[in-house]
């Protein structure tokens, strides 16, 4: 149980640091540097991938810390192995912090801001997979694990981490289907893509 919830550990922390990237958007705004940075002779789309882009990095130094203690519970990480990690922390990072920062951009107080957060953030990681395998699970709540972006950036370091099989219990089936890693990754980029288009978007309309 403690190999199978080491990675579950490392998506965690990723998600909830990159997650929280939009609070430095609702600080900014509070405190009137927001329109400042709006009113400069940049894109303000360029604002919104630098915020996610801050998050993504901050949320992947986070999730190495995690990473480095991989030893002390006997899982040994080949060098193409960890690389790999790296590459599906930096995919969930991304993806959870152009949620966060969109999500920010139409939020106006500190408040409601962390109101949202926790009210998406915890059922967003617990139902991704974090504790539990995501198979054999009631039919409403296999419903919510599958609907849940979470869930595919989690799986994959599992399955890279712990090794697959076609019996593995790591996988996800969708539609008859089990989703391999990089199926798994098809859906984090897409997601991905289209939060930080939405929030590039947003922050253009900004006032």
Same mark, same amino acid.
């Given at each position: 149980?403690? @190999?199978?919830? &080491?990675?579950?550990?490392?998506?965690?922390? =990723?998600?909830?640091? +990159?997650?929280?990237?939009?609070? +430095?958007? =609702? $600080?900014?705004?509070? %405190?009137? *540097?927001? @329109?400042? /940075?709006?009113?400069?002779?940049?894109?303000?789309?360029?604002?919104? =991938?630098?915020?996610?882009?801050?998050?993504?990095?901050?949320?992947?130094?986070?999730?190495?810390?995690?990473?480095? &203690?991989?030893?002390?519970? !006997?899982?040994?990480?080949? #060098? /193409?192995?960890?690389?790999?990690?790296?590459?599906?922390?930096?995919?969930?990072?991304?993806?959870? !912090?152009?949620?966060?920062?969109?999500?920010?951009?139409?939020?106006?107080?500190?408040?409601? *801001?962390?109101?949202?957060?926790?009210?998406?953030?915890?059922?967003?990681? %617990?139902? +991704? !997979? #974090?504790?539990?395998?995501?198979?054999?699970?009631?039919? $409403?709540?296999?419903?919510?694990? @599958?609907?849940?972006?979470?869930?595919?950036?989690?799986?994959?370091?599992?399955? /890279?981490?712990?090794?697959?099989?076609?019996?593995?219990? %790591?996988?996800?089936?969708?539609?008859?289907?089990?989703? +391999? /890693? $990089?199926?798994? =990754?098809? #859906?984090?980029? #897409? *997601? !991905?893509?289209?939060?930080?288009?939405?929030?590039?978007?947003?922050?253009?309309?900004?006032?």
């Amino acid at each position: 149980f403690t @190999k199978f919830i &080491f990675p579950g550990i490392i998506g965690m922390t =990723v998600l909830m640091s +990159s997650f929280m990237a939009g609070m +430095s958007v =609702v $600080w900014d705004r509070e %405190f009137g *540097f927001l @329109k400042e /940075v709006l009113v400069a002779p940049i894109s303000r789309a360029s604002v919104a =991938v630098g915020k996610m882009c801050g998050s993504a990095t901050l949320a992947l130094l986070q999730g190495i810390i995690i990473l480095l &203690f991989a030893p002390l519970i !006997g899982i040994s990480l080949p #060098v /193409v192995t960890v690389l790999s990690l790296l590459l599906l922390m930096i995919l969930l990072a991304a993806s959870m !912090g152009s949620l966060g920062v969109l999500i920010a951009s139409r939020i106006k107080s500190m408040q409601a *801001f962390q109101a949202v957060m926790q009210m998406l953030m915890f059922p967003m990681m %617990f139902l +991704s !997979g #974090v504790f539990f395998p995501v198979e054999g699970l009631p039919a $409403w709540m296999n419903v919510l694990v @599958k609907i849940n972006p979470a869930t595919y950036g989690i799986t994959p370091i599992r399955q /890279v981490m712990l090794g697959t099989t076609p019996d593995s219990p %790591f996988g996800i089936n969708l539609f008859g289907h089990t989703m +391999s /890693v $990089w199926d798994n =990754v098809a #859906v984090m980029v #897409v *997601f !991905g893509a289209v939060m930080i288009l939405l929030a590039m978007r947003s922050f253009s309309s900004q006032e």
